[in-house]
């Protein structure tokens, strides 16, 4: 049964490094990268996920007519 999470993938892969394993057997058996191997060696616990700045949220700041008119919207 494949590791349904990211934490069990990587106790897997730890698991099999130490039985002896190449990187590049490891990257077959559970069809990753070689960075996610490495890391996965190295550290129990995989980097949190960082978080984005979505484009939509980067929108030009809300502004009332009655009091400041904004200078791209025509009128």
């Known amino acids: 049964m494949p590791p349904t999470s990211k934490?069990?993938?990587?106790?897997?892969?730890?698991?099999?490094?130490?039985?002896?394993?190449s990187g590049r057997a490891l990257e077959r058996k559970?069809?990753?990268?070689?960075?996610?191997?490495v890391k996965a060696v190295a550290s129990a616990w995989p980097e949190p996920q960082t978080g984005?700045?979505?484009t939509w949220a980067r929108r030009r700041p809300s502004c009332r007519f009655d009091l400041h008119p904004c200078p791209w919207v025509l009128r």
């Open 7 to 21: 934490v069990e993938l990587y106790a897997a892969i730890r698991r099999d490094a130490r039985a002896g394993l």
């Open 30 to 37: 559970y069809g990753v990268e070689r960075r996610t191997v």
């Open 52 to 54: 984005r700045i979505r």
